[in-house]
């Protein structure tokens, strides 16, 4: 079974602009969450979805959204980009909601400049 | 507010030696801990874990303790192999939730 894919795997992008992430789960899974890693906070849950629905957020700024699809691929967007936006973002899926083990994709490395 | 805090960034050992890596939590909340474990340009990889109703979990060479008077959990690899040396994260959850909570990791390095 394919694992989760992140695409793309690398992006440079300026202030001010926007971004939108992509990531498929593995097959069967409905549930995807997103984390953003960075040196200095580490991993930090940005939001979940299940169901094409948002079940939980993160404490980030309304800069950050995101959405799924009904074949349970989901995007993440962030709007007006910061220097401090320059992290490696994670997605990871599971099987089902409330469920606790999640398996992880590669990441997506972002660098704003 | 750290709620997950691994406070060894690094850790060194032998080959064939144990290797423990330590985790401290504040949110008594939390029901359920996980143990995953980093190579670098790979997504975390998701290695043991354990539910708050009980203390010890195995799998292999690997094992974690939960002391939950302490809020403290463990992870204990033995013996350690070279193929080990990772990063390895803590992650704590609540009441079935998908947002984990994570530590900032331990790089653990298995010296041949």
């Known amino acids: 079974k394919a694992g989760v894919t992140q695409t793309p795997r690398y992006l440079i992008k300026t202030r001010g602009q926007q971004v939108t992430l992509s990531c498929s789960p593995i097959?069967?899974?409905?549930?995807v969450s997103w984390y953003q890693q960075t040196p200095g906070q580490g991993l930090q849950f940005l939001f979940e979805?299940?169901?094409?629905?948002?079940?939980n957020k993160g404490n980030f700024p309304g800069r950050f959204s995101g959405r799924q699809f009904s074949n349970s691929r989901s995007e993440m967007n962030v709007s007006t980009l910061e220097l401090g936006d320059s992290a490696l973002y994670l997605c990871?899926?599971?099987?089902?909601?409330?469920?606790?083990?999640?398996?992880f994709g590669p990441g997506t490395r972002l660098t704003v400049t | 507010d750290q709620q997950v805090k691994q406070n060894s960034p690094s850790l060194s050992v032998q080959e064939g030696r144990i290797s423990i890596l330590n985790c401290d939590y504040t949110n008594s909340m939390f029901d359920y801990f996980l143990w995953y474990k980093k190579y670098p340009a790979e997504g975390p990889t998701f290695l043991i874990s354990?539910?708050?109703?009980?203390d010890k979990n195995e799998d292999g060479r690997f094992t974690v303790f939960l002391n939950k008077s302490a809020k403290h959990l463990s992870l204990h690899i033995v013996p350690s192999q070279p193929g080990d040396s990772a990063v390895y994260f803590c992650a704590a959850t609540q009441g079935g939730s998908e947002k984990l909570v994570f530590g900032k990791g331990t790089k653990l390095t298995v010296n041949p």
């Open positions: 097959s069967g899974h409905r549930s």
């Open positions: 990871a899926s599971s099987p089902w909601t409330d469920s606790y083990e999640q398996y």
């Open positions: 354990i539910s708050s109703i009980k």
């Open positions: 979805y299940f169901s094409e629905t948002q079940r």
